[in-house]
């Protein structure tokens, strides 16, 4: 099996990319709004009657969901069980929305996600710095977990 990073190792990479103040100001706003709006969106997208039939809560989003918890578990397990309970309170929050304003999800999700996007490169433009996603689309995933680190620090949590 090869070596595979520590969490550790990917927070310090993904630092790397995010010195400047402003920029990180920028990321604590546009990544839980990046998360939010693609998981709504992964949550519209329709999936065949007899899969969908089995439960409302199996969608497109909770799937990516799950995908993204093994990659976080593999990596370390507070950061995942954090990840879980951000990403759970995120679609409930989704799946509240759905119920009562179906016809409004899909839009208000894609504006966000691509205002939040704007945001996240206007921030990269004042770090002088591509994002790190471009160097390994990982860092994707990396990015909420980054900010999570944050929290467990300032908890006293371990990761």
């Excluded at 969106?41 to 009657?49: A, D, N, R, S, T």
């Excluded at 093994?70 to 759970?88: C, D, E, N, V, W």
């Excluded at 704007?118 to 990982?138: C, N």
């Amino acid at each position: 099996m090869p070596n595979r990073k520590s969490i550790q190792t990917w927070f310090d990479e993904y630092s790397e990319y995010h010195k400047n103040a402003t920029n990180k100001v920028i990321h604590w706003i546009c990544i839980p709004l990046i998360t939010f709006s693609l998981l709504g969106l992964l949550w519209e997208i329709p999936l065949p009657m007899s899969i969908a039939s089995v439960s409302p809560w199996l969608n497109v989003a909770t799937l990516f969901f799950v995908a993204s918890l093994i990659f976080y578990f593999r990596l370390s397990i507070p950061i995942a069980a954090g990840m879980a309970l951000t990403a759970f309170i995120m679609l409930v929050m989704i799946a509240t929305w759905d119920q009562r304003m179906p016809e409004s999800l899909w839009k208000v999700c894609t504006a966000i996600f691509v205002v939040a996007w704007i945001g996240q490169f206007i921030g990269h433009k004042v770090e002088g710095r591509k994002p790190a996603f471009i160097e390994d689309l990982q860092f994707l995933l990396i990015g909420p977990a980054w900010l999570l680190g944050f929290v467990y620090q300032r908890l006293g949590i371990r990761y």
